[in-house]
């Protein structure tokens, strides 16, 4: 074993250092970032890449018109567009690469096959960014020469090495499309690495500066025939596969894994970078907030206070982290869900409804079935196991 000893590192065209070494074995570095752009700190554009967060469920069954959208990972939307046959499990999995700084993946059990290939159907994950981050993020998406680079850790039991399409669709202040796709062939039935490229479209209209959907990533496990097209280049047609991409929906004995999902600036994949729990969380509640939950514990805990309007409504206030628009209301219901504790007293309630709201508050109130005095309060408290109180605001 050898030891390359030097004071710095310079690039023979550099004025300066590029890294300067200390006596005391440390040394101090000027980053810029990969090519094309982007730092190292910071640069995953996108949130819960390595599927830390699961605010409302670790476990659901997916088929067309039954759970279709936001309802496992946050921010991972799960859709069987163009009436698609075939059904999943889409679950929380501790199967992981080893050693990885991982510790979920989403999982896609496939229970229902879809054999369907003549028509426009699709089976996707879709991942959706806000027209203001794609402008701030560093990308120029009107420049060939400036790229985004997407990787991901992908497993499968589909044997002989499948082809999957991602597709990346830009989505202009007037509501038009560019789409741009891309196979990544997966290697044996082991966790791999896969990254694509993606330039900038130089057809590309203006990205509104605003909260919508300004690009999306689609990652298409089945695709119909009539969506089927080219790859490696910007278009306007809504093909999001190849001739070559494998359909994954196949049979039912298929099993997809993936995590460490990754967006950044440049043309080089770079290391997943990883954030804390309670970050991904904050970065989701833009989005999906649960801010009430007893996560199958014993009932009767508190949420917030309530206040009697009349004899048989009452109302509270419920504040939360800033969202992206004003969300609507996600909650338990049915039969004496819920209770206000007052003077020794428990009035039980169905359920509430939002009728005022803002990006950081919310008055929630009981059209009837309470009985009490006007101006009396109470503690207003969740009265079964699988009570929750979220609000909604994904693109």
């Known amino acids: 074993m050898s030891t ?36 190292l700190s910071s640069r995953r554009l996108n949130i819960n890449g390595s599927f830390l967060v699961w605010q409302r469920s670790t476990s659901v069954a997916v088929s067309d018109g039954s759970n279709e959208g936001f309802y496992a990972a946050d921010r991972w939307l799960f859709k069987f567009g163009g009436a698609a046959a075939g059904a999943c499990t889409v679950s929380r999995s501790t199967d992981v690469p080893t050693r990885s700084g991982f510790v979920y993946s989403y999982k896609i059990d496939v229970t229902t096959a879809n054999s369907v290939s003549g ?58 499309y560019r789409y741009y ?25 203006d990205i509104a500066n605003n909260t919508t959907d300004g690009c999306t990533l689609f990652i298409c496990w089945s695709t119909g025939s009539n969506l089927v097209g080219t790859t490696g280049t910007w278009r306007s047609d809504s093909d999001r596969a190849s001739s070559n991409s494998a359909n994954f929906f196949d049979s039912t004995s298929n099993e997809m894994y993936m995590t460490g999902v990754q967006f950044e600036v440049g043309n080089t994949m770079t290391s997943y970078e990883h954030r804390t729990f309670g970050e991904e969380l904050a970065r989701c509640q833009r989005y999906y907030n649960k801010v ?52 020794s007293v428990s009035d039980h309630f169905d359920t509430l409804t939002m009728r005022y709201g803002t990006t950081t508050t919310a008055e929630l109130y009981t059209g009837s079935g309470v009985s009490g005095t006007q101006g ?12 929750y109180i979220a609000f909604h605001a994904e693109i």
């Open 4 to 39: 390359l000893k030097v004071d710095a590192i310079r690039h023979n065209s550099a004025t300066s250092d590029a890294i300067t070494m200390a006596s005391d074995g440390t040394c101090t570095a000027k980053i810029t970032g990969v090519t094309g752009g982007g730092a």
């Open 292 to 343: 009430y939950d007893v996560e199958g514990q014993s009932g009767e805990k508190p949420f917030v206070l309530g206040t009697y309007l009349n004899n048989s409504e009452l109302a509270c206030v419920v504040n939360f982290p800033k969202m992206r628009v004003v969300p609507t209301l996600d909650i338990t219901n049915g039969t004496s869900k819920f209770m206000i504790r007052r003077s």
């Open 119 to 176: 028509n426009s159907y699709h089976v996707q994950n879709e991942y959706i960014f806000e027209g203001q981050d794609i402008l701030s993020s560093g990308w120029d998406y009107k420049d060939p020469n400036s790229y985004l680079t997407i990787s991901l850790y992908l497993k499968t039991n589909k044997s002989g090495n499948p082809k999957l399409p991602l597709t990346l669709r830009l989505n202009d202040s007037a509501g038009n």
């Open 376 to 387: 009396e309060c109470g503690i207003i408290r969740g009265a079964d196991t699988d009570v």
């Open 181 to 205: 796709t891309e196979d990544i062939t997966i290697v044996g039935t082991g966790w791999g690495r896969y990254s694509i490229s993606i330039p900038g479209d130089a057809n590309a209209n």
